[in-house]
């Protein structure tokens, strides 16, 4: 029987496990060293690793870990069950851990608008966020492809780095509202469905509308639908919420789930996503986990 098991080894749950590693506790981390930003050749507006590679950034999380001794166990959950001490985690290899208490720190997928050229541009020249990546396209034509009123604000904030057209792909929302920012920040409004984002490989050049017409851009950012990484979580009775296309599991401050002794940090548990948050996720959760098993008298503590 472990006293924790961390489900994700992306920021969060490396972040969460260098906390456990530290306060000694039993644990145990599980995943694929798959961060969602591994397409990115860089990750931004992270202190002191501020435009380091992805991969790196995972492997020297996974070094510091093994300056304690841990490992990652490379496998995936399959499943999470309750039983009368904690939880059952099984493994697609077939195995399964036993656990007083879980972390879960699986991430999310994006889930991407069905329009042409989006996979293959996707982490590159169409991208999720401004902060993390309008820096160093400044001065670049840039759109945003609209879902909801949070992308007429997106227009709006991006105007900072550079010219920026809002497509509203024939959806139908107010933009009334923000006609005066548009003015005063020259926002481009473009009404018509998009056909095809174009250009060769990862890069964006063109966005054809279905009217015909072409438009240059060069970066194009869009607000991505997300679905959690472990689907099989809903039989838990974890409290789940859904804002346009977003999922995320709801937590207490503590990064308590709704089930008593299972956590839940990083992207899955909010709709605006960072790694620093979900570093910060991390901290919380594993120092709420030690300090509980602390005060658990069924279980003998150091
Ligand atoms: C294209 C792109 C670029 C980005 N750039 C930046 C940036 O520059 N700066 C920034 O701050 N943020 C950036 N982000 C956001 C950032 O990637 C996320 O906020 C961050 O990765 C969330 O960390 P996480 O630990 O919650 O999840 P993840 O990093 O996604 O890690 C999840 C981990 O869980 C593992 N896993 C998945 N399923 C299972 C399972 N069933 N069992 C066990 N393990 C599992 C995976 O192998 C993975 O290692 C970017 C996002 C995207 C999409």
Avoid at 73 to 101: M, P, Y
Avoid at 179 to 197: D, G, M, P, Q, W
Wanted: glycine share 8%; proline share 2%; aromatic share 6%.
């Amino acid at each position: 029987m472990r006293d924790v098991v961390v489900i994700g080894d992306g920021y969060a749950g490396l972040s969460a496990a260098l906390q456990l590693a530290r306060s000694l506790v039993d644990f145990e981390v599980v995943g694929r060293s798959t961060p969602r930003n591994i397409l990115s050749a860089r990750s931004h507006g992270v202190l002191g690793q501020d435009g380091a590679n992805p991969a790196q950034l995972i492997e020297r999380g996974v070094e510091n870990l093994s300056s304690y001794g841990a490992t990652v166990r490379d496998d995936l959950v399959s499943e999470i069950t309750t039983s009368a001490d904690g939880f059952i985690v099984n493994l697609l290899s077939g195995a399964s851990i036993l656990t007083r208490k879980a972390i879960l720190a699986c991430g999310v997928t994006d889930v991407l608008p069905q329009i042409m050229g989006v996979e293959e541009k996707w982490g590159y020249s169409i991208l999720p966020c401004p902060y993390c990546h309008a820096y160093e396209i400044a001065g670049a034509r840039m759109g945003v492809l609209a879902s909801d009123r949070n992308s007429v604000l997106t227009a709006i904030f991006l105007s900072t780095w550079g010219p920026v057209t809002l497509f509203c792909n024939d959806e139908d929302f107010d933009t009334s509202w923000a006609t005066n920012h548009f003015r005063l920040r020259s926002i481009e409004v473009e009404y018509s469905k998009i056909a095809s984002f174009q250009g060769e490989g990862s890069l964006l050049e063109n966005v054809l509308l279905h009217t015909g017409r072409s438009i240059q851009i060069d970066y194009m950012f869009l607000n991505t639908g997300t679905k959690l990484n472990i689907n099989s979580l809903s039989c838990l009775g974890l409290t789940m919420e859904t804002v346009s296309g977003k999922t995320r599991i709801v937590t207490d401050d503590r990064r308590q789930t709704t089930v008593e002794g299972l956590y839940a940090i990083g992207d899955i548990v909010r709709f605006g996503h960072n790694i620093t948050w979900a570093i910060a996720d991390g901290v919380t959760a594993a120092i709420a986990a030690h300090q509980s098993l602390c005060l658990d008298l069924t279980r003998v503590s150091r």
